[in-house]
């Protein structure tokens, strides 16, 4: 069974960067041809997609998102990061890991249980 916990502070002051780390267990952020990616939900608003990291190391990025995201991994910890930065108040959402369904990119088959950010002073 394929795990996913994400983990980091709840609370950020705002200019700062946000940091979390998805650790996965079950598999390997290296399997072929898997995307784990991170998420966000606003508050009273739909999901939306941040970026991912495939199996290879590829990073992509929302084009909203980019200049202030960077998406990294560690095979030897089986994890891979988020850090936003600069972040402001509107960036207070529930983030969350995931990975996507072999063959299907954006079609999610396992999410982490998603953390709460929180951006004030």
């Known amino acids: 069974q394929v795990q996913l916990r994400e983990s980091g502070p709840g609370l950020v002051k705002p200019s700062q960067t946000l940091s979390l780390t998805c650790a996965v267990s079950g598999d390997s952020v290296t399997t072929n041809y898997y995307y784990w990616s991170w998420i966000r939900q606003l508050p009273g608003k739909g999901l939306e997609w941040i970026g991912d990291i495939n199996y290879s190391g590829d990073v992509y990025y929302s084009p909203s998102l980019r200049s202030r995201t960077s998406i990294s991994r560690d095979t030897s910890k089986n994890q891979f990061t988020l850090q936003l930065s600069s972040v402001t108040p509107d960036d207070t959402a529930v983030y969350y890991c995931?990975?996507?369904?072999?063959?299907?990119?954006?079609?999610?088959?396992?999410w982490g249980q998603g953390t709460q950010v929180t951006v004030s002073s």
């Open positions: 995931a990975r996507d369904r072999s063959g299907v990119r954006f079609s999610y088959e396992y």
